[in-house]
């Protein structure tokens, strides 16, 4: 079984448009985090829910919105997609605030043309 | 804003040879986690230290802990071409209410048979 899933793997959308990205864990854990990794493979944390609860917001234009509908789920809502939103997303999960070990998903490759 | 310089960035060797990654920072750090991450998959974590000066050791894979909680190193002995991928540190800290991590930019280990 798959212990942290993403959906899209690849998404190629045009400039403008909205899409979203899915992520699911079945580790009981009750912390999930979206990531965004740049062509030169550095990994930025982007959002961080606690129970559903936000907890770490970093520097993301507002056109980004996550949403928890429950702790094992994680999804990325993406408002008038950008060139330079084309990057990976990465979902992760982990047992607590304190992240001593943390799971990645598969990663979502987005492409905006 | 927390940095983790990572180097050597690029690393290609001979199988059978020795290699030492290292991980530096000039903050502190509750602790330190070193991933690996082929093309195509994220992130999967490796070990996790937390108390300044600690060594762990994965088969060939031997990871310390600076001092000071600054930096670390990984060390892999005899290195195999299973053993090539992007190898990423990652410190964590409590900023505020929350924990986070903050990742380096990583060493590309090219392993040629």
């Known amino acids: 079984d798959t212990a942290v899933s993403q959906t899209p793997k690849y998404l190629v959308t045009q400039m403008g448009n909205d899409k979203s990205i899915k992520c699911e864990q079945n580790?009981?854990?009750?912390?999930m985090y979206w990531y965004k990794q740049d062509s030169k493979k550095f990994l930025k944390i982007m959002f961080s829910y606690n129970n559903k609860e936000l907890i770490i917001n970093e520097t993301v234009p507002n056109r980004f919105s996550p949403k928890s509908p429950d702790k094992a789920h994680l999804n990325l809502h993406i408002n008038s997609l950008e060139l330079g939103d084309s990057a990976v997303y990465f979902c992760?999960?982990?047992?607590?605030?304190?992240?001593?070990?943390?799971?990645f998903g598969p990663g979502t490759r987005l492409t905006v043309t | 804003t927390q940095l983790l310089e990572q180097s050597p960035q690029f690393l290609s060797i001979q199988e059978g040879e020795n290699l030492t990654v290292y991980c530096n920072s000039s903050s502190v750090f509750s602790s330190l986690q070193w991933y690996r991450q082929e093309p195509g998959e994220g992130p999967v974590l490796l070990v996790t230290?937390?108390?300044?000066?600690e060594v762990k050791k994965l088969k060939r894979l031997t990871f310390q802990f600076g001092d000071a909680r600054k930096d670390s190193s990984l060390h892999i002995t005899a290195a195999q071409t299973g053993d090539t991928g992007l190898y990423l540190c990652a410190g964590g800290a409590r900023g505020g209410s929350n924990y986070k991590l903050t990742f380096g930019k990583g060493t590309l280990l090219t392993v040629n048979p």
């Open positions: 992760a999960s982990s047992s607590s605030t304190q992240p001593l070990g943390q799971y």
């Open positions: 230290v937390v108390t300044g000066g």
């Open positions: 580790l009981g854990h009750d912390t």
